[in-house]
């Protein structure tokens, strides 16, 4: 274990996960960096935060592009220097990461970092078309293929590899949904049966609406700065000990294997290594379950299990709260919700609040190393970090 | 690029609309890329030669779209797959002409091109469907 934390969090804010109908992405990101103001009272914004850096994947939605400044401005900040980043669905992963290295460059000491997507607003068909823009076009998108479509395709070959069932995968939605009951902020906060997720209607078989993550509105956001520095805003940071990002083929098509993600195996790897950690190291991990297999795929890539072994480790309740490695404690995307760009940072927040003892009727007890796995499209892009109690 | 003609991704669709499936093999390395690219990802050469390659080959994975994007809906529910080419490229694309429950993996299956209907200038990429061999 490293001594010497990369940087520390010292706030974090998450707006309600939902359908915020009437609520334009500023607001929803204005709501995020009041709460992490709030939860710091010792930072004063306009002359602490130096830069920020935002996750947004989508123009099409609000037909507004030029993320950065406008969120700077609607959480108080101008005229700080702000970029967005843009990586599909691990646009705030690679925001976050972002934002590391400006903390590290010592260019900026104290750095806001968050992500936000405004989507429900817009027809489930409209959607589907604005996600698959994540995929290649001429061959995924031109041809009719989905996000859905191509996690199915995972999913499909990951049975036939390794015999991983279709039950496995609602069971992942049930841990889910179960600890999505017990987030006030998540989308979704209601347990589901077996049954249910098993029987609910076909979206890409083998995958199914309880399979799928939720269209959803949101926004989240950390504060980053020196290690040197943290004790001047808070007594109870958390610290970042990894990191590591990755990129693939933009095709699943063009990859070698279609039952694990190269991407997400090489940021793990570097995370790892730089925390000097092993997966046995680590007490909690939020991961990218934008479709269940792509949990069950997660726990194999980071480690956790062997490959093939996923939907055992879910079956056996090992995710779960109270289990050996509970995974997705916030409900993950498939509860809490996926808004593309925020997802990234949400799963940080919720590794904030585990790790300093505030994720109340879902806290982990005596929880000191968290990981999250932020993942963009089929896999082009996967961000790794790991966190440690302060 | 060496006084040679380029072989684009342009090119590939000329060769599509006339039912040929065309690779780019490196000079150099003899990697095949599909689609054709400027420069070998393997051996940073730019030099490449056109190579057809066969119509049939072998589904590793596939699945049935039921929630499709407005242009598609019309269509669905459809069969998307992955299928390896005879000489081991990876083509996406629909499966038509089988009924869902005959879809199997391993099954050989051929592709099949449509007459590209241009939707705007650029891009104009063609479609194609894969069906039993
Ligand atoms: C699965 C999906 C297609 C369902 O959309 P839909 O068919 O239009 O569903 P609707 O929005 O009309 O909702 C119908 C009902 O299903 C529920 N529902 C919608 N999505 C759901 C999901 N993923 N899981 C569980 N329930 C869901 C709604 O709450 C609603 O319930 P109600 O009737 O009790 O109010 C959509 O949620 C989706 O595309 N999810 C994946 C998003 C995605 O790909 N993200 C990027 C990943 S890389
Ligand atoms: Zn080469």
Redesign the interface.
């Known amino acids: 274990m490293k001594d010497k934390p990369l940087v520390s969090l010292i706030s974090a804010g998450l707006s309600k996960f939902g359908k915020l109908e009437g609520l334009y992405a500023r607001e929803i990101f204005a709501e995020a960096a009041k709460e992490a103001y709030e939860r710091c009272p010792k930072l004063d914004p306009k002359k602490d935060i130096k830069a920020l850096y935002v996750g947004h994947m989508g123009e099409s939605y609000e037909h507004q592009g030029h993320t950065g400044a406008t969120m700077a401005d609607w959480a108080g900040l101008l005229h700080i220097p702000a970029t967005r980043t843009e990586a599909a669905c691990a646009s705030s992963g690679a925001a976050l990461r972002t934002a590391l290295q400006a903390v590290l460059s010592g260019l900026s000491d104290v750095v806001m970092v968050g992500g936000v997507e405004k989507m429900t607003h817009r027809s489930t068909a409209d959607v589907t078309e604005y996600l698959a823009m994540a995929s290649d076009f001429p061959f995924e998108q031109w041809q009719g293929m989905t996000f859905p479509g191509l996690y199915a395709l995972m999913a499909t070959a990951h049975m036939h590899e390794y015999g991983t069932t279709e039950k496995d995968m609602a069971t992942v939605a049930v841990k889910n949904h179960y600890h999505g009951s017990l987030n006030p902020k998540a989308h979704m906060q209601k347990e589901i049966t077996l049954e249910t997720a098993m029987t609910s209607r076909v979206v890409a078989w083998p995958l199914k609406l309880y399979d799928c993550s939720l269209i959803t509105d949101g926004a989240s956001c950390l504060i980053l700065t020196k290690p040197e520095l943290a004790s001047k805003f808070t007594d109870t940071p958390v610290h970042i000990v990894g990191s590591g990002q990755a990129s693939d083929t933009i095709g699943l098509y063009e990859r070698e294997s279609l039952t694990s993600l190269a991407a997400a195996k090489l940021a793990a790897k570097q995370a790892y290594e730089m925390a000097d950690m092993k997966p046995e190291d680590i007490n909690i991990a939020e991961v990218h379950d934008c479709f269940t297999i792509a949990e069950i795929i997660a726990y194999e890539d980071l480690g956790f299990c062997k490959a093939g072994e996923g939907g055992k480790l879910a079956e056996e309740g090992e995710t779960r709260l109270g289990g050996r490695i509970p995974v997705n404690t916030s409900g993950g995307l498939k509860s809490k919700g996926h808004p593309v760009g925020a997802t990234g940072t949400a799963q940080a927040y919720e590794i904030f609040l585990q790790l300093t003892g505030q994720a109340e009727r879902r806290q982990v007890k005596d929880a000191e190393i968290g990981l999250t796995h932020n993942v963009g499209g089929s896999g082009a892009t996967a961000t790794v970090h790991i966190y440690r109690r302060g | 690029m060496s006084g040679k003609e380029q072989f684009t ?1 342009e090119r590939l669709c000329q060769g599509l609309s006339q039912g040929k499936l065309l690779g780019g093999k490196c000079v150099k390395c003899r990697k095949i890329h599909f ?1 054709p690219r400027p420069l070998c990802d393997k051996c940073f050469s730019d030099r490449f030669e056109q190579v057809e390659i066969s119509p049939n080959g072998k589904l ?14 019309a ?1 669905a ?2 069969a ?3 299928v390896q080419m005879e000489n081991g490229l ?5 499966i038509r002409d089988v009924a ?1 429950d005959k879809i199997k ?1 391993g099954m050989s299956l051929k592709i099949m091109f449509e007459s590209c209907i241009p939707t705007s200038n650029w ?1 104009q ?1 063609p ?3 894969f069906k039993p061999a």
Not at chain 2, 60 to 72: D, G, W
């Open positions: 991704i689609p590793l994975t596939y699945t049935i779209i039921h929630i499709a994007p407005s242009q598609f809906q269509m529910p459809y998307m797959g992955i990876k083509v996406p694309g629909m869902a993996i891009p990429w479609r194609y469907y």
